[in-house]
Structures are given as structure tokens and as C-alpha cells.
């Protein structure tokens, strides 16, 4: 039977119990699924003639009735052949699993709406995450179409716009923090601990990883077998797990007979996975004040720590960092090149590939999927506060051209970028 459980010292939960973390030993929790009676359910291939998308994968996912599903068409994103980018770079299959393209412009989608169906399942009214801005952009989301209600904290002045904007356009009640994510997630805990009655949707909640492993399902499928590398942002230390256990799932049934290596990638200044990756640890030090433009992935303490750290060791893998520069450049490097517009957070992939290659860790030949999490929109302001303005100029047709002669000739697009 499928059934939750401790990844710390295995104790086993009932899959509908309300639990976020160990009752014995504190360690958090994940959904084991019952492969043999999986295997039985898929052996119709019933579900291949679903179109790509979370619930294509309803087999392999733990919601019990049809009924409870609150969708708003997640998953089904394109995975883009990346020519123009891989020829830059040095290398010969790489691809871009655009996240951006779900419903709220995250991979968040994908859990949530697995989540969200647990939630009503279960019979709560109230949701509750914290969030670096993508979590709470997209419960509040899911929140209302479902019709409950929802908490968000957020650390305050740290979250792209966009995502700020979401999650207040859907309704949600929004509380601005003053520390960063781990703060804020620790005050979501404290309040879960004194009402039972609100659903905490983190990823430390095992449904939510739940959903976002369809996107290893995704990228099998749309290869026709799994990359050889699948390189992936790092913050909370939810999806890189997620994607490992959805390539483990999908070889257990059979339908696969390979795996790729896990690659993990942090910014410098928010980076206690690639830390303990380096050091060869099997336990993560929080960062106390983690610092980065990407600050979807703004995090010290990753709840999912240990599950991130498996992925990587599992499947020999690798763990690196990138600066903001970096970043920065990759996003408009991606933007320029494949039109692929994804926010700071999500070009750290891209960003760490020269490196990977020059040393060595990835091969020119190798076929490797980037992950772009986010879709570029949800922090705009990063473009105009980074890159510069466009110049303004009289409607005045040799104004017109005397500024762009200039543009031209400086192999300029914006102006200069402010200091602030
Ligand atoms: N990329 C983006 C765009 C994100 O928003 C996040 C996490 C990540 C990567 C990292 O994923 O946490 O599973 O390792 N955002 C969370 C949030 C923390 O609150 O939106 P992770």
C-alpha cells in the first residue's frame, strides 16, 4: 500500500495522516509507492493516450478519487531544443524544460495542484505556505479555485513583484515578513503547530513533491529516454528531490533503464547544499544570512536538505555555485539567444555550464536538460534595475535615428543601469 514515510528512520505514516515531519525522530517524510500495484495500473497503457501533463501521470500519484482534483492545466511544458545557446556554450544536446509555461509561470504548478487535491481530500479549509514568492503566487492560485482559504509569508522586500502581485490578486491573506524565508517558514510552522486547522503547502508536505516528480516523467517521454544530466536550481531543496524520485519511479515500472546525474546549482551567496556537497557531508550547515538577485532560491536552511543530498550522491551527481554576475548574464544570454524569457533563479543552470564543462564534469556530447524554473516575467524589475532603461526620445523622426545610429554604434540596446 502506499503510505508515508520517515526518511530519517523509516517509521511508516497512513497516507491520509496530517503530518509534516517524524513524530520520533523529526525527519520529514515522503510518499512510498506501492510499484507492484503501480505497475498493474499502468499495464492498460490506458494513460498513454493522455496528453502531457501532471495528470497524465494520475497513476503514479496519490489522490484517490478523480473528483478532488483541482487543476488549472498544469505540466505538458515544452522542453526546447537549445541550438543557438548549446553552440555558445560547447555543447551539442542541450535543452531547456521551460517552467515558466505552467499556469502561474512556475514549476510550483505542479505540485500544487497535487497538493491542493490532497488538501481538499483530507477536508481542510485553510492553506498556508511561506514562500520566496513562486509558492505563494501559486497557492493562492490553487487556493481559489478550490474556494479556500489562504495564508501566505513572505520575506519582506525580497520577492519579485510579479509574484507579490499574483499572490494579492488571487485573494490571499499576505503578510510580509521582516527576516528572510527561513524565518518566515518557521513562523508558518509555529502556526501550523498551534492550528491544526491550516494546511501547510511547503514542499516539506510529501504530496507536493508528489507532483512536481511528473516533470521527470515529462522529460523521459519527450527525449523518448531520461537526458544524461538534468541540472536544476537549488532553494528549498524540494524539486531537485522530486525530479530524482520521478526518474526512480519511472524506472521501477519499467518504464526506463537509465537514470541521469542529479546537478544541483546554488548562487555563492546562498549555498549550504553545494557547501556540504564539497565537503563530502551528509548534513547541511544553515547560512544564516543567505544573499542573492535570484531570490526565489534566497535560502539558508533547506527543509529538504537531506533529500537533495541523496538525489545528488545517488546519482553521482554534482552540486556548484554561480554568482549573481553569472546569473544575470545567463538570464539575458537565454533571453537573447532562445527567447526563452525565465527569471534570475532559473538561469543558474545555464550559468553553470561553462563551468561544469571546463572541468570536466559534463561532456560536450552529453544530452543535458536545464531546468528553467520560472518564467522571467514574475521579477521584471530586476531587467530595468540591472540592464539599464530604454532611452526616451521626441517623437521626431531625426531624433529617431540620430539615437539609433547611436545605439548602433556603442552596441548599445538601453541605457547605462543606474547605481540603485
Ligand atoms: N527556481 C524558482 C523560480 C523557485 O521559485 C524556486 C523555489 C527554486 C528554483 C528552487 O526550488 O526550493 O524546490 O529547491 N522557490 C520557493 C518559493 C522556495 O517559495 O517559491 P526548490
Keep these: 500500500m502506499t503510505h508515508l514515510k ?25 510518499v512510498v509507492t506501492d510499484i507492484e500495484e503501480l505497475r498493474n495500473k499502468i499495464s492498460t497503457d490506458k494513460w498513454k493516450g493522455r496528453s502531457l501533463s501532471v495528470w497524465r501521470y494520475i497513476d503514479f500519484l496519490p489522490i484517490k478519487d478523480k473528483i478532488n482534483i483541482v487543476t488549472l492545466n498544469e505540466g505538458g511544458t515544452g522542453l526546447h531544443r537549445c541550438k543557438r545557446l548549446a553552440e555558445k556554450i560547447g555543447l551539442k544536446k542541450l535543452f531547456i524544460k521551460f517552467e515558466g509555461e505552467n ?14 487535491s490532497k488538501a481538499r481530500e483530507l477536508g481542510v479549509s485553510i492553506v498556508i505556505c511561506a514562500s520566496t514568492g513562486n509558492t505563494s503566487a501559486s ?18 522586500g525580497k520577492i519579485g513583484v510579479g509574484k ?28 501550523c503547530e498551534r492550528n491544526n486547522q491550516i494546511y501547510l503547502l511547503n514542499s516539506i508536505n510529501p504530496f507536493r513533491i508528489e507532483g512536481q516528480k511528473t516533470i521527470a516523467f515529462e522529460v523521459s517521454e519527450q527525449l523518448g529516454v531520461p537526458p544524461d544530466c538534468m541540472v536544476m536550481p537549488v532553494g528549498n531543496a524540494g524539486n531537485i528531490s522530486a525530479a530524482w524520485k520521478g526518474f526512480n ?23 549550504p547544499i553545494v557547501n556540504a556537497y564539497r565537503k563530502k557531508k551528509i548534513r547541511v550547515e544553515p547560512i544564516l544570512f543567505p544573499e542573492t538577485v535570484a531570490t526565489a532560491i534566497r535560502i539558508g536552511n533547506p527543509v529538504s536538505w537531506r533529500k537533495a543530498l541523496n538525489s545528488i550522491y545517488e546519482s553521482n551527481g554534482y552540486a556548484e555555485t554561480v554568482t549573481d554576475q553569472e546569473i544575470l548574464d545567463a538570464q539575458r544570454l537565454l533571453a537573447q539567444t532562445e527567447g526563452i524569457f525565465a527569471e534570475p533563479a532559473s538561469a543558474t543552470p545555464i550559468a553553470s555550464l561553462k563551468k561544469l564543462l571546463d572541468q570536466g564534469v559534463i561532456n560536450k556530447s552529453d ?16 531587467i530595468t534595475r540591472v540592464f539599464g532603461k530604454p ?30
Excluded at 13 to 25: L, P, V
Aim: negative net charge; proline residues 3%.
Design 6 to 30: 520517515c526518511i530519517e528512520c523509516g517509521t511508516t505514516y497512513d497516507i491520509d495522516e496530517i503530518i509534516y515531519k517524524c513524530g520520533k525522530c523529526d525527519g520529514i517524510l515522503e
Design 103 to 116: 499556469p502561474t509561470g512556475s514549476f510550483k504548478d505542479r505540485g500544487m495542484t497535487v497538493g491542493v
Design 139 to 156: 497557492l493562492a492560485a490553487y487556493a481559489a479555485k478550490s474556494g479556500k482559504q489562504c495564508i501566505v509569508l513572505v520575506p519582506a
Design 164 to 191: 507579490l502581485a499574483q499572490a494579492i490578486a488571487h485573494g490571499a491573506r499576505l503578510i510580509q515578513v521582516k527576516g528572510n524565508f527561513d524565518d518566515s517558514l518557521d513562523m508558518v510552522f509555529q502556526l
Design 249 to 271: 519511479e519511472f524506472e521501477a515500472v519499467g518504464l526506463t533503464n537509465s537514470k541521469p546525474r542529479m546537478i544541483g546549482i546554488q548562487a555563492e551567496g546562498a549555498s
Design 367 to 382: 544530452s543535458i536538460v536545464c531546468v528553467a524554473t520560472g518564467h522571467g516575467l514574475k521579477d521584471a524589475d530586476v
Design 391 to 420: 532611452i526616451e526620445v521626441e517623437a521626431d523622426i531625426d531624433a529617431i535615428e540620430k539615437s539609433l545610429n547611436l545605439l548602433v554604434k556603442y552596441d548599445r540596446w538601453l541605457e547605462e543601469p543606474s547605481s540603485t
